[in-house]
C-alpha cells in the first residue's frame, strides 16, 4: 500500500507541476507494484483474493489516468 500511495502521490505531483521526472517515478513505481502482484502476491493469495486485488489496482490506476494524465513535454527551440 505504501508502495502504491508514493507512485499515486509522485504521477500526481508531477502532472500538477508539468515536471516528467517526477511523473515517470510515479509510473515506474506503480509499474513495481503491479509485477509485485503478479510474481509475488498473485501466487501466495486465493482466486478470489487475487482477482480483487486485480480488481482494485486497474480502478487505482483508472482514478489516477483521470486525475493525473501525462505532462505535454517541452519543446526545445
Known amino acids: ?3 502504491t500511495l508514493l507512485g499515486f502521490t509522485f504521477w500526481v505531483y508531477g502532472s500538477k507541476k508539468r515536471c516528467h521526472l517526477m511523473w515517470n517515478i510515479g509510473a515506474a513505481l506503480m509499474g513495481l507494484v503491479l509485477l509485485k502482484l503478479l510474481l509475488i502476491d498473485r501466487s501466495n493469495l486465493g482466486n478470489v483474493t487475487g ?3 486485480f480488481i482494485g ?5 483508472l482514478v489516477i489516468g483521470y486525475l493525473a494524465p501525462q505532462p505535454p513535454k517541452e519543446q526545445q527551440e
Open 1 to 3: 500500500i505504501i508502495w
Open 51 to 53: 482477482i480483487i486485488s
Open 57 to 61: 489496482y486497474g480502478l487505482f490506476c
